[in-house]
């Protein structure tokens, strides 16, 4: 995603981990389905929950809150799985990302998102995209193919030794 398009509003899906609102781009959002066990797969990464069949293929499950450094992800009534589709280089990474709930799809106008914070945040500020202030609180737009860049391949092949 690059924030210096001529769009005056970028579209995002709105999620909670824990009390924390995060934001990616509606665009990489290929759908959002009920949380289910996944397939477990030997030796993956701590936060590859395992493989799920979407639609016929099987798309790698990630706890978000555990590659972000926070506890694991409390299944509740309100779990789910977003779907996405990120472009990395030049291939696409499709993987579910278990939120602990989804609020809705919502515009942000490009001036009202602010750089990534260098300091007073939990999680590693390369993973930040931009920073939006929202209702006296602050919804954090992550950037999926840095957090998933280095991890992508450890997924990947992870996903590819458990269908072999």
């Not at 398009?5 to 899906?13: D, P």
């Not at 990616?24 to 797969?41: G, M, N, S, W, Y």
């Not at 515009?107 to 009202?112: I, K, L, S």
Request: proline residues 5%; glycine residues 8%.
């Amino acid at each position: 995603m690059t924030m210096n398009s001529n769009a005056a509003n970028f579209q995002f899906v709105t999620f909670a981990l824990g009390d924390e609102v995060f934001a990616v781009p509606v665009t990489v959002v290929r759908e959002i389905l009920d949380h289910e066990e996944a397939f477990k797969i030997p030796h993956g990464p701590d936060y590859l929950l395992g493989l799920r069949d979407v639609r016929g293929q099987g798309v790698p499950v990630i706890d978000l809150r555990l590659r972000l450094g926070m506890s694991p992800t409390v299944r509740t009534p309100h779990t789910r799985v977003l779907v996405l589709d990120i472009p990395i280089g030049e291939r696409t990474l499709s993987l579910g990302m278990v939120a602990d709930k989804v609020f809705e799809v919502t515009p942000f106008h490009r001036d009202a998102i602010d750089d990534a914070p260098d300091i007073g945040v939990r999680w590693r500020s390369e993973y930040i995209e931009g920073v939006v202030r929202r209702q006296g609180d602050f919804v954090v737009i992550i950037n999926l193919a840095r957090l998933f860049s280095d991890g992508g391949a450890a997924i990947a092949s992870a996903a590819a030794a458990a269908v072999a």
